[in-house]
């Protein structure tokens, strides 16, 4: 099983949180909390006959 890491970075109130939401939980929400620090969240997914584990990190978009 091969690792990836994902660095979601951009500006405050731009999509970030809404998009890792919506690839890893398949749910959209219109209305989600401002990200304080970092989040954080693990997805397994299958690329051809390898699995690939990504760890995928939100910032709160404040990165200076």
């Known amino acids: 099983m091969y690792l990836m890491r994902i660095l979601i970075v951009g ?3 731009v999509g970030k949180t ?3 939401v919506r ?3 398949r749910k959209f929400t ?3 909390k401002t990200t304080i620090g970092v989040d954080y969240k693990a997805r397994v997914i299958k690329i051809g006959e390898e699995r ?3 760890h995928i990190w939100d910032t709160a978009g404040q990165e200076r």
């Open 11 to 13: 500006d405050t109130d």
């Open 18 to 20: 809404s998009l890792l």
């Open 23 to 25: 690839f890893n939980d």
């Open 30 to 32: 219109e209305n989600n």
């Open 52 to 54: 690939v584990k990504l």
